[in-house]
């Protein structure tokens, strides 16, 4: 995947400093490509353009990069597709993702182990290191992402709901991300093949992918902007003898449903819409994809909830106020820890234009946890031509028993400690409440119906420009913190310099339709004050 501004150094550059040392008995640290080769007309010659020692074959891979949209093909190169799989919609770049995408599996039907596109790996492809990964189909590569908004908010936090450009008026490392994977062969259908990856994450967007046992301290109890998190670590097993392939993830993944995604080179624009900001991020346990035929997919997932970790299922602590809602003297350290159910039905149609992905995602008693969420809902996704396609999301979502902030009992309750998620347990970051309609009941159900609409149009392979639209219904405020109704719109340029650099600058606009939503933050008990938020932002997405 990316790329490096520090492959911006010119050939000028890379000259002079050969140049300079020239007089010395070692040789240059800094070797440049060779002239005398293009690898986009002759791949044979690309280990002679790259060069032999680490740091110059690193450089010079980005340089080759530079203006392309895609890597040098290697012409024996095993075919990546089944000649017979639904054709491939889009391209990467300039779209985040060159299949509609589906969540809790590799893709079937086209996915070569070792296929990623990594300066990282080309560095290392000449020593022995590097030559064991290859042959063990391992890839390590990953990113640097760095971004920065303009707000009509002023507060720390202020910026949210909106996402995940938190803080307003501030330049931050959203994410450094590190994958260490192995991808399992699904275009062949010969015999059993594996897989995993581990994807350790550090930056400002940890507060988004924290699960609640795992280093959630950092968000729970100290609210750190930075952070680090493992949202992805797990293993597979692809099946491919049981009709078009059956595949088994185990460990934590990323939840199934969404347009969006956590990582960010897997989204059209920098910040995120709120139907994806406040929904499912990761589940824990065992999800199986099953290619029915090329069209029609299943899935079947078994987990312990949504950002909740096997050892909080039956933990408990001391409850020193019980209640109506926790009535004893001890109480479910996280009662969304809990035997869970996934389900997925995927639908693409032979010339791979449209694609239907209804999800039902992390299924239990929805009983009140850290984000024990009840996800029903579905993506679509329609090409219309080579310039234009839409995406379309829909869910609803709920959580029952939710405590009522609106009934004073049950505030009190509340203060004093009587639940899971009261100050004493969880100083910071904990889930909301819920505004009730009626005062009188110590709880309800909490529910949220969103709408979201991506259009997107490539004027060239290397750009992308993304209009969002969507309607957010928060009913009774649990997942903002404010009971509002909200529509949001952004418009969004993406633009490639080659495969390994990106940038997404953007300009988006929030509106709370009944109460001021922005310019708050209730970890520091600050009130919001505003109904708009108008909000330009940017990145840079540096790969490796």
Not at 68 to 91: G, I, L, N
Request: glycine share 8%; proline share 8%; with cysteine.
């Amino acid at each position: 995947m990316k790329r490096l501004f520090l492959a911006g150094v010119s050939l000028t550059a890379v000259s002079l400093f050969n140049a300079a040392h020239a007089a010395d008995a070692n040789p240059p640290l800094l070797k440049a490509p060779s002239s005398t080769c293009d690898p986009y007309k002759n791949y044979s010659c690309l280990d002679s353009y790259l060069g032999s020692d680490f740091f110059s074959r690193f450089v010079n891979y980005y340089r080759l990069e530079w203006g392309h949209e895609a890597a040098p093909s290697d012409p024996k190169a095993p075919p990546s597709r089944r000649d017979y799989w639904p054709a491939t919609p889009q391209s990467a770049p300039p779209m985040p993702f060159a299949d509609w995408p589906y969540g809790g599996s590799t893709n079937i039907g086209d996915t070569r182990p070792g296929s990623v596109d990594s300066p990282l790996m080309a560095a290392l492809g000449n020593t022995p290191a590097g030559q064991w990964m290859n042959d063990a189909h391992i890839q390590v590569y990953g990113w640097i992402n760095a971004g920065g908004n303009l707000s009509n908010n002023t507060v720390r936090g202020g910026n949210s709901p909106a996402a995940y450009d938190y803080n307003p008026n501030t330049v931050q490392l959203d994410q450094a991300v590190v994958y260490v994977e192995r991808l399992p062969d699904t275009v062949q259908k010969d015999h059993v093949d594996w897989g995993f990856r581990l994807a350790p994450i550090y930056g400002e967007n940890y507060r988004y992918t924290t699960a609640y046992g795992l280093w959630s301290n950092q968000l729970l109890n100290q609210n750190k902007n930075n952070g680090y998190d493992l949202p992805m670590a797990y293993g597979e097993v692809f099946v491919p003898q049981v009709l078009e392939g059956l595949m088994f993830r185990f460990g934590r993944y990323i939840s199934i449903p969404d347009i969006e995604a956590q990582l960010a080179p897997n989204n059209y624009m920098y910040t995120h819409s709120m139907t994806y900001t406040f929904d499912n991020y990761t589940n824990t346990g065992l999800n199986t994809t099953l290619a029915v035929t090329k069209n029609w997919m299943l899935q079947l997932g078994l987990t312990v909830g949504t950002e909740a970790m096997p050892w909080h299922v039956g933990a408990k602590i001391d409850n020193p106020a019980p209640n109506p809602l926790f009535p004893y003297s001890t109480m479910l350290k996280d009662p969304g820890a809990q035997p869970s159910v996934s389900v997925g039905v995927r639908y693409t149609t032979d010339s791979g234009n449209d694609g239907v992905y209804v999800v039902a995602n992390g299924i239990n008693n929805g009983t009140w946890g850290y984000n024990n969420l009840q996800w029903y809902g579905l993506t679509y996704y329609h090409k219309f031509n080579e310039q234009w396609h839409i995406s379309f999301e829909t869910y609803n979502e709920h959580q029952n028993n939710v405590l009522n902030a609106n009934n004073p009992a049950a505030l009190a309750s509340f203060l004093a400690g009587g639940t899971p998620f009261s100050p004493q347990q969880m100083p910071f970051n904990s889930p909301f409440l819920a505004q009730c309609s009626s005062a009188a009941v110590f709880s309800c159900t909490a529910s949220v119906q969103t709408f979201l609409t991506y259009i997107s149009y490539k004027p060239t392979p290397l750009d992308n420009i993304s209009y969002r639209l969507e309607w957010f219904d928060d009913q009774q405020g649990q997942r903002t913190g404010v009971k509002t109704r909200y529509v949001e719109t952004g418009i969004g340029w993406q633009h490639w310099f080659s495969p390994q650099i990106e940038i997404r600058p953007e300009v988006s606009y929030y509106r709370a339709l009944d109460a001021a939503a922005f310019n708050g933050n209730s970890n520091l008990g600050i009130v919001p004050t505003k109904k708009d938020a108008l909000i330009g932002s940017a990145d840079i997405i540096i790969h490796f």
